[in-house]
């Protein structure tokens, strides 16, 4: 039940008519059409990315002035679209491409020398000797799906590497990077201290194997989580000064997770804390700028669309636990923006349709910045569409 891949991870069921129904009032759109959106954002939009040649998807296209990026270690993430598909509609097709994406990641920006003992870090797109916790996630998240679906001895191998960076970060003192230069842990100098990653792969992980070491590692990397949350509820998890939208799903799930295996009110109260200062914060429109700081100004006025969605996806799992409808609401918002932000005629930004590369995904920035759309981002749209509207369709049956 800690996977977040698709709705039936959670066991939630497809709603039926009268939860359809419910769908429409709450979000304004048909269920049927919503299903179609993400479908359309993942078999039309997405897989126009996918290089069959080297079995990875290519990270972004420019509508502006049609430039197909590189592929990078981006493909851990965006393999969880095809996983989304895969689980929805049984197709092959799709779990075979999120292996290969998996598989082009692990071997081209996965730390895997046999003579180090930093094995299992993902390294940073930028700088190639840094190694992160938070992209480590990424790829520790993908790699347990598809051991979850394929059941494939070679997952459990990777995935104790990833472990293995994973516990020498916890070693090092909860730190978040590593550098092959210096040999040297760092959580300061743009060092994102998400400490979310290992807490919910650990859960993903135990809920797997059973193995209660893992649940020991998630919960000491909560614990730690929680050292970092400020007065005001919120956590600032660059450098200890600045909030990120990127760094605010998997920690708040991450601590309503710990809740429902451990019954510990303190990440519940952790989590409503950070949840309902998110609220205080969410704009009308229901998106929330990239970066505020520690004294609640500004300093990155852009959004990261992909965001938004991917937190509601928690604040529905924090309603699960409350039932407070204010957590449900803010979900919603959400889930509005993510339509708003989808390339298509009723969209906010309705331009460069008559590229075929565009139609059905998603604009990676707003207000638009590079005239990007990127398939890390519809990962997030991709599984809130689908999360969010599958969880309104079965209230009626609590």
């Not at 070679?154 to 990833?162: E, G, H, V």
């Not at 605010?248 to 991450?254: D, F, S, T």
């Not at 638009?368 to 369709?393: A, N, T």
């Amino acid at each position: 039940m800690f996977q977040t891949i698709s709705p039936q991870d959670w066991g939630i069921p497809v709603p039926d008519e009268q939860g359809k129904e419910a769908v429409r009032q709450m979000l304004g759109l048909e269920y049927d059409d919503i299903q179609l959106r993400a479908k359309n954002a993942v078999y039309v939009f997405l897989d126009k990315l996918y290089n069959e040649k080297e079995g990875a998807l290519h990270h972004y296209y420019r509508a502006d002035n049609q430039y197909t990026s590189e592929m990078d270690s981006g493909n851990f993430l965006m393999a969880i679209n095809y996983l989304t598909m895969y689980d929805r509609y049984g197709d092959g097709e799709m779990l075979r491409k999120a292996e290969n994406c998996f598989l082009w990641a692990y071997h081209n920006y996965t730390e895997i020398h046999p003579m180090f003992t930093w094995q299992g870090g993902v390294r940073d797109g930028f700088k190639n000797n840094e190694l992160y916790v938070k992209y480590t996630g990424d790829a520790f998240w993908t790699c347990l799906a598809l051991y979850k679906r394929t059941k494939k001895e070679d997952y459990l191998f990777y995935a104790s590497q990833f472990h293995n960076f994973l516990k020498q970060a916890r070693k090092a003192g909860f730190k978040y990077k590593y550098d092959t230069n210096t040999y040297k842990w760092m959580d300061h100098g743009f060092c994102w201290r998400a400490f979310g990653f290992p807490v919910t792969a650990y859960l993903e992980f135990y809920e797997l194997t059973g193995d209660e070491r893992y649940l020991e590692h998630a919960i000491a990397w909560g614990d730690h989580g929680l050292t970092l949350q400020a007065e005001d509820g919120s956590f600032y998890l660059i450098d200890g000064e600045f909030w990120n939208s990127d760094l605010v799903a998997p920690e708040l799930r991450g601590l309503v997770f710990l809740y429902e295996v451990t019954k510990e009110d303190k990440y519940l109260n952790a989590a409503k804390r950070f949840a309902d200062w998110l609220i205080d914060h969410q704009r009308e429109d229901g998106a929330w700028p990239i970066g505020i700081d520690s004294d609640g100004e500004v300093c990155a006025p852009n959004v990261g669309p992909g965001d938004m969605p991917n937190i509601g996806i928690s604040m529905i799992r924090l309603h699960s636990q409350t039932q407070d409808r204010k957590y449900l609401d803010a979900a919603i918002r959400t889930i509005r923006y993510t339509l708003a932000m989808q390339a298509v005629e009723d969209g906010r930004y309705p331009i460069h349709l008559d590229d075929p590369n565009v139609k059905w995904g998603f604009w990676s920035w707003e207000p638009l910045h590079d005239y990007s759309l990127s398939g890390d981002q519809s990962v997030h749209h991709v599984r809130g569409l689908l999360f969010i509207s599958d969880y309104i369709g079965n209230l009626h049956r609590a």
